[in-house]
């Protein structure tokens, strides 16, 4: 053992770092493990079990990968499987989870971490964002589960707890309590400092006793001592590790800065020379103001999904459990949201919160969806009205039946989407991030060889002073922190401003991509229309049928189906609906039945051709129907045709503002609809849109997307049926009403909540209004640095100075990006 001891490197005599966690370990303490290569230390059994781990996974290369790594062992990691049944969620034939990942020290975390799960059979996938140790895992529950994802992490020397956005927020809020007492601190001690640094400037030009000089120097000492060691130990701290792990950060700038000033002015005060105490100090100061305001400004921007979270009551009042024949003879009992399933009926008092996503089963009311909607206006409920989580029910008591729970609700799938928008990145975002990597390292250099030339260069032999400053002004004056923040900070801020105006946007991806679209296409019925047509005409075509029995048979198939034209037959139809087996929906034409021993086919007519009906006399009718641009559902039991159902939809309020402001804006508006050429021709007309498609079906749709991007057209979609999916997928930017079905929904990059399609105009213009915050962030940033390096570099810049513009360049952009708020 000696021998292997001998081979361990020690950091200093008798001292050794531990191989997994780098602490450092008395060598007679150390637990030392026989491995290829030699002997390995270890402080603790806990690191050496978690090294085992590691090299029998193969992902050893973790150990050379690590940057920033944080010494120190490992958190003790247990997970309590019961805490996270609140956080796991169902996603298809699949399983996802949301974890906020302790002891993450460094990028190489992240990839250890993710290396870890993804080799473990029946993991889909395991993403880290290291900005906010969240990680979302997916996995095939009936390869592996939720307690075999937590021990993989626990066996790689990490805590995983249930993600809330609450405790993001808490530590964004904790990081803003700290730094607010650092800068008062330093603001403090600051003040006091250039009282007697005004007076030392004073006695230099016009002369001062030796005896006071001295006296205010020392007390200028110990006044920029508290600033230098207390608010910039988190400099200091991140310094030091970086220095030891051979990565540099904007705090090695920072530090290198100030700690130079500091200590020459230290060396000069016992060898009776000038002190600048107050660069040291004013240095940290206006960094921490920086970023007090930066993490100000990051707490504002996520502010949008805090408040959404907080919207949701934590208790609901029970009226009847799903299954029970009756109301519960107790009465009404609170109980938390969490223990509601769908199915229970719920009461709702004017003024409360709707506490889940139902159906009005019993009362009238209004209802303030404004939080979902951006609509001012309250809209009025009654039986059959769909009602959602975190809306205000303002004047009548309603009793609503519960259909959506938990993740589920409309809320959470708002709250789920806002965060992950703001973790996408934009791929602008790419050219801050490759240069952010290689800037520290280059202004570290600059200030080296500015130090040297200035020193080496002069015969004057007081020239170490104006060299150590004009070094001091180069590492001082550098800004990274505006590149890193340009693009995101922007974006948070723009998905707040989305959000108040009913805008659900996925990414900064999408903005991005938002900005170059000329060519937008729209969906007809339920997106220009207002997606309630109305029955007009009943015509029965066949012997023994009724208008009330042709209608009934397409009520009751259509029944099943969510389409706009099938809410519009059935409640022409006001009769009891029949039951209806092998129900099949065919996207964009129609839908069949079993009624009895009876195919009921009820589509346009292509669908029923296709089928093999005949029309034979009948299609003089459907070409005059057709004729008064009405939509013409035909309707064929066994193969007869035995009638049509015609419709009309009305234009929905503002699309033709929106069609001319579109228009005024320089994009191209098409509309394309699986309708007939008639009905399709009517709308267009009122809405002012002169290229028009109708009878596509859903893939047709998607093909003309394809076309139109083969041009090269940037394209936007915006449709809200299941006959819209795979066109929103094609389109570079697809965009969803928010009354769209599920499957549009998951499709579309933007959802317009309040299910009107004048928010796109906004969408675009926001678009482009970030885009163009990002873009001026960023020259501010590049033509800041290019300019003020070389001016430090120079002399002609102070540190203080050097100070004062680094901490302006931070603020500049983030009063750019929170101009954005005020949109």
């Given at each position: 053992m000696s021998g292997g001891m001998r081979m361990i490197e020690e950091v200093e005599d008798g001292i050794c770092l531990c191989v997994h966690c780098l602490s450092e370990v008395v060598r007679k303490d150390a637990i030392v493990e026989e491995a290829a290569g030699g002997p390995k230390v270890f402080c603790c059994r806990g690191c050496l079990e978690i090294y085992r781990v590691i090299q029998g996974e193969g992902l050893g290369d973790f150990y050379t990968r690590r940057r920033h790594w944080q010494p120190g062992p490992p958190e003790i990691a247990r997970a309590d499987l019961s805490l996270f049944s609140e956080v796991v969620r169902e996603v298809g034939d699949e399983m996802e989870v949301d974890l906020l990942i302790a002891g993450i020290r460094c990028a190489s975390c992240v990839w250890l971490i993710e290396r870890a799960l993804s080799g473990l059979g029946g993991v889909v996938s395991a993403r880290v964002n290291y900005a906010t140790h969240r990680a979302r895992i997916r996995w095939r529950s009936g390869k592996t589960s939720l307690e075999e994802i937590l021990r993989r992490v626990c066996s790689v020397g990490y805590t995983p707890k249930p993600y809330t956005g609450s405790l993001f927020r808490d530590d964004l809020n904790q990081e803003r309590r700290d730094l607010l007492v650092r800068f008062g601190t330093a603001v403090f001690f600051s003040m006091q400092l250039m009282l007697y640094t005004v007076a030392l400037y004073a006695g230099y030009f016009q002369g001062m006793a030796p005896l006071y000089k001295t006296a205010f120097q020392f007390i200028s000492w110990g006044l920029a001592t508290p600033v230098l060691f207390y608010s910039g130990y988190p400099f200091m701290r991140n310094s030091l590790r970086g220095l030891r792990q051979g990565v540099f950060s904007m705090d090695i700038l920072i530090f290198l800065g100030s700690f130079s000033a500091y200590?020459?002015?230290?060396?000069?005060?016992?060898?009776?020379?000038?002190?600048?105490?107050?660069?040291?100090?004013?240095?940290?100061?206006?960094?921490?103001?920086?970023?007090?305001?930066?993490?100000?400004?990051?707490?504002?921007?996520?502010?949008?999904?805090?408040?959404?979270?907080?919207?949701?009551?934590?208790?609901?009042?029970?009226?009847?459990?799903?299954?029970?024949?009756?109301?519960?003879?107790?009465?009404?009992?609170?109980?938390?949201?969490?223990?509601?399933?769908?199915?229970?009926?719920?009461?709702?008092v004017p003024g409360g919160k709707i506490p889940l996503d139902g159906v009005?089963?019993?009362?009238?009311?209004?209802?303030?969806?404004?939080?979902?909607?951006?609509?001012?206006?309250?809209?009025?409920?009654?039986?059959?009205?769909?009602?959602?989580?975190?809306?205000?029910?303002?004047?009548?008591?309603?009793?609503?039946?519960?259909?959506?729970?938990?993740?589920?609700?409309?809320?959470?799938?708002?709250?789920?989407?806002?965060?992950?928008?703001?973790?996408?990145?934009?791929?602008?975002?790419?050219?801050?991030?490759?240069?952010?990597?290689?800037?520290?390292?280059?202004?570290?250099?600059?200030?080296?060889?500015?130090?040297?030339?200035?020193?080496?260069?002069?015969?004057?032999?007081?020239?170490?002073?104006?060299?150590?400053m004009n070094a001091v002004s180069v590492l001082v004056v550098a800004c990274p922190c505006a590149l890193g923040l340009a693009t995101p900070l922007a974006i948070l801020s723009g998905s707040a401003v989305a959000s108040r105006r009913g805008l659900l946007v996925r990414g900064g991806d999408v903005y991005e991509m938002a900005s170059k679209v000329d060519c937008i296409v729209f969906d007809k019925t339920g997106t220009l229309t207002e997606g309630r047509p109305v029955v007009t005409d009943v015509v029965v075509t066949a012997d023994g049928w009724t208008t009330e029995r042709l209608l009934g048979y397409a009520a009751s198939v259509e029944a099943c189906s969510e389409h706009s034209i099938s809410r519009a037959i059935i409640t022409a139809y006001k009769g009891r609906l029949l039951a209806v087996g092998r129900f099949r929906a065919f996207p964009g034409r129609g839908v069949e039945g079993i009624i009895g021993n009876e195919l009921v086919l009820v589509g346009n007519r292509d669908f029923l051709l296709m089928r093999g009906t005949v029309f034979n006399g009948a299609q003089p009718l459907y070409e005059q129907l057709v004729a008064g641009g009405k939509t013409v559902v035909a309707v064929a039991v066994d193969g007869k045709l035995c009638g049509f159902i015609a419709l009309v939809d009305a234009l929905r309020e503002g699309v033709r503002e929106l069609v001319g402001t579109l228009g005024d804006m320089g994009m191209r508006v098409m509309m394309v609809t699986g309708d007939n050429p008639s009905a399709a021709e009517r709308i267009a007309e009122e809405a002012g849109i002169v290229e028009v498609t109708a009878g596509v079906t859903p893939f047709g749709k998607a093909e003309i997307i394809r076309n139109l991007k083969a041009a090269g057209s940037v394209v936007a979609m915006v449709g809200d049926g299941i006959n819209d999916a795979p066109a929103l997928t094609e389109a570079h930017v697809g965009v969803a009403a928010g009354r769209a079905a599920d499957v549009a929904l998951g499709s579309a990059d933007a959802v317009i909540m309040n299910g009107r399609p004048g928010p796109v105009a906004d969408l675009l213009n926001l678009s482009g209004r970030i885009l163009s915050v990002v873009k001026q962030n960023l020259f501010w940033a590049f033509s800041y640095n290019i300019v003020a390096v070389p001016l430090a570099a120079s002399g002609f810049l102070h540190p203080v100075m050097s100070a004062v513009l680094m901490a302006l360049s931070s603020l500049m952009v983030v009063g750019n990006s929170l101009r954005l708020a005020r949109l």
């Open positions: 200590t020459y002015s230290a060396v000069a005060v016992l060898t009776d020379g000038e002190v600048y105490f107050d660069t040291a100090s004013m240095i940290i100061t206006l960094v921490l103001l920086g970023r007090l305001l930066e993490a100000g400004a990051r707490y504002r921007a996520g502010e949008a999904v805090a408040a959404l979270m907080t919207l949701q009551p934590k208790e609901a009042r029970l009226l009847k459990k799903a299954g029970d024949p009756a109301p519960r003879s107790a009465g009404i009992a609170t109980l938390p949201v969490q223990e509601l399933e769908p199915g229970d009926l719920i009461s709702v009005v089963v019993e009362g009238v009311s209004e209802v303030d969806e404004s939080m979902l909607t951006g609509e001012s206006s309250p809209a009025v409920k009654q039986a059959g009205s769909e009602v959602f989580a975190g809306t205000l029910n303002l004047n009548g008591r309603l009793v609503v039946e519960v259909k959506r729970t938990g993740e589920g609700t409309v809320l959470s799938q708002i709250v789920k989407a806002v965060e992950d928008a703001q973790a996408r990145k934009a791929p602008i975002q790419a050219v801050a991030d490759r240069v952010v990597g290689w800037f520290v390292p280059a202004v570290l250099s600059v200030a080296v060889m500015t130090f040297l030339s200035r020193l080496l260069l002069s015969s004057d032999p007081t020239a170490l002073t104006p060299a150590l």
